[in-house]
């Protein structure tokens, strides 16, 4: 295991933990921008260069992230496996030395793209094949190959493939998907195991997790929106037998679990109900990463549920399309109230942009200039490490209900908050009567 997990500081579900990597010593809960590519390495709205010796940032350098507080950022094997190639990236001394960044990495297995690039991919129990969007030739990604592709990157948080389908979608597949990722995690881990399940059974025993010493392999829960499958997938064992498949996750002892299969377009009140039910079942020494999910909102329930780290493109992509992050909530910088605005985008925020731009300013380029997205990008991310910090800084100081109140106010000043914000804030354990509307 190549990480400690400390947690510093807990208000009921909520914890503040320092989750010490190989390349950085971060503090949760916490949020990774998202990125693709190694050679145009991109966080979304931002077109990011690499070689091997110099990185070239459209819109914020490698100093403006480690500036605005940026402690891991994720990478696609997917995509990374297309190009630049896993055997280029290990040739030049794995991804952080390709593209000069010193903080840590976790890059994602690939099972994402089943859900967005589904036209192009098969899915068998063997892996999944996909149709190369490069050259249209078929790509056959297993968890082995998975594994050994992510141990060539060299993240410091790599991910096991699994089975995803979408949350909206309902009956066998969901089971189906579920069972899959289980065997698949075995896979992954590479211990020597049989599987026998639905007249399956074979025995895997050849080494896929090389550097275990180095890397540390995240499980993720599948399972869609059904609690019996979802604590199923949480225990990690094809038999439904609550008691047996505990033992089971607590033996495998993997360094950290992600909540997958979210952020589908499923309703809200499912969304939350998942994660706390998964927080709940997950152990209490390691990190647990809700992946897909960027809303501020959304980061500040799961938050005080239990889970630790996020990632979304939504802060990046959302910015591209000339809306800034603020306390408030949005700001369409598109609309033409901006056009005579001197404030900043947000006057309490202090980073780079709202120091130095004006709203009138960013009006008249955000969508016409690429510097005005690279520009609203930078406030967005800067605005998502600012939550991350505040989130953890409360809960170690002991008045995170209070944070949680404060920000309620502040994005619903009529006191209309969602019905399903109140449900998950009575499981978190916080009273925000005083925030809602009599």
């Known amino acids: ?196 399940f639905h007249v399956i059974s074979w025995a895997h025993s050849r080494t896929a997790h090389k550097r275990p010493d180095e890397q540390n392999l995240f499980g993720i829960v599948q399972g869609g929106l059904d609690p019996v499958l979802r604590v199923n997938a949480i225990l990690i064992k094809a038999i439904i037998s609550r008691d047996i498949c505990v033992r089971g996750m607590v033996d495998r002892n993997l360094p950290g679990y992600a909540i997958g299969g979210l952020s589908g377009g499923e309703d809200k009140d499912s969304f939350w109900r998942v994660v706390a039910q998964c927080t709940a079942a997950l152990p209490e020494d390691k990190p647990r990463y809700v992946m897909g999910v960027g809303y501020p909102l959304d980061i500040v329930v799961c938050s005080a549920l239990g889970a630790d780290m996020y990632d979304c493109v939504y802060p990046t992509r959302t910015a591209r399309f000339g809306t800034a992050l603020i306390p408030e909530g949005l700001l369409k910088l598109k609309n033409q109230a901006m056009a005579n605005d001197e404030r900043p985008i947000d006057p309490t925020c202090l980073c780079m942009v709202c120091k130095n731009y004006t709203r009138a300013y960013l009006h008249c380029i955000v969508t016409k200039d690429p510097m005005g997205s690279q520009l609203v990008s930078y406030h967005n991310l800067s605005y998502m490490m600012r939550l991350s910090k505040d989130l953890h800084t409360s809960i170690v100081e002991g008045r995170f209900p209070e944070f949680v109140q404060g920000f309620l106010r502040v994005q619903f000043p009529r006191g209309d908050i969602p019905e399903w914000v109140c449900n998950a804030m009575e499981v978190a354990g916080i009273d925000i009567s005083t925030c809602c509307a009599p």
């Open 1 to 196: 295991m190549a990480l400690k997990f400390e947690v510093l500081g807990k208000f009921n579900r909520a914890r503040a933990a320092r989750l010490a990597l190989p390349h950085f010593v971060c503090q949760t809960p916490l949020f990774m921008p998202v990125g693709t590519q190694g050679l145009c390495f991109r966080l979304q709205a931002l077109s990011i260069e690499s070689t091997s010796s110099v990185c070239t940032i459209k819109g914020l350098t490698n100093n403006q992230l480690e500036e605005i507080g940026c402690q891991i950022i994720l990478g696609n094997t997917y995509h990374l496996a297309l190009r630049p190639g896993a055997e280029l990236i290990d040739d030049l001394g794995g991804l952080h030395k390709f593209m000069n960044w010193k903080r840590a990495l976790l890059t994602d297995s690939g099972g994402f793209q089943m859900v967005s690039l589904l036209h192009l991919a098969d899915i068998t129990e063997q892996g999944v094949t996909f149709q190369s969007p490069v050259d249209a030739k078929p790509m056959l990604l297993t968890p082995e190959e998975s594994i050994q592709i992510q141990n060539k990157i060299g993240a410091d948080i790599i991910m096991a493939l699994d089975d995803v389908v979408k949350t909206t979608i309902t009956g066998p597949r969901i089971e189906e998907a579920m069972y899959r990722t289980l065997r698949w995690i075995d896979r992954c881990i590479a211990v020597t195991i049989f599987v026998i």
